[in-house]
Structure formats: C-alpha cells, structure tokens
Nanobody
Framework: VQLVESGGGLVQPGGSLRLSCAAS????????MSWYRQTPGKEREWVAR???????DYADPVKGRFIISRDNAKNTLYLQMNTLKPEDTAVYYC?????????WGQGTQVTVSS
C-alpha cells in the first residue's frame, strides 16, 4: 500500500486549495478513504472520509467548506478546501484501513496566512 499526497502550499485566508492523494498497492475503489490533519504539539485530527459508494462525512470545523471526493479510475483521493482560515494550517494526511492496519501518506503542508 502506498499513499502519496500533493497539492499543499501557502494560501491567503479565504483562498482555496485542492489536495490529492495518489493510491497504489490495493483495490482503491473498495476502501474507505480519509483525510486527517496535524499541527505541532497536537494530536492528528480527523477531517473527512468517503466510503466506496461515495457517501461522505466531515468534521464540524470543515463542514460546508471542504469537499472530499474520489476518482476510482485514477486511484486518487481529493480534498477541495475552500474559504480557508488560519486555523486550517496543518500537515494534511490521507489514510486508509486495510486488513487490520492503518496506512498513511507522508503528508502535505498547508499554510493559511496573509
């Protein structure tokens, strides 16, 4: 299993970014995929998840601003982040759970600052 995030960067408050997570080594379309984020000194925080049938769920701090999606033909997970706030600054990780183990990507830094 390999997960590789991309798309992070520096953005001004109110701006948008789209993160991607390229997946390989497993049947991507069959698994729940999630986004988490972490800031220094804090525990990793769940952000959103999408199940194989496309249903989604979001943490309250991002509900209405972030959209999780998946392209099963491309084995890629996305996180569209809109109306970004300074408190969204974090390293963002994608994750899947397979055969009793969590698998994480290496993370991508998102910084929201003017």
């Amino acid at each position: 299993v390999q997960l590789v995030e991309s798309g992070g960067g520096l953005v001004q408050p109110g701006g948008s970014l789209r993160l991607s997570c390229a997946a390989s080594g497993f049947t991507f379309s069959s698994y729940v995929m999630s986004w988490y984020r972490q800031t220094p000194g804090k525990e990793r925080e769940w952000v959103a998840r999408i199940i194989p049938n496309g249903d989604t769920d979001y943490a309250d701090p991002v509900k209405g601003r972030f959209i999780i999606s998946r392209d099963n033909a491309k084995n890629t997970l996305y996180l569209q982040m809109n109306t970004l706030k300074p408190e969204d600054t974090a390293v963002y990780y994608c994750k899947t759970y397979r055969r009793g183990s969590d698998y994480w990507g290496q993370g991508t830094q998102v910084t929201v600052s003017s």
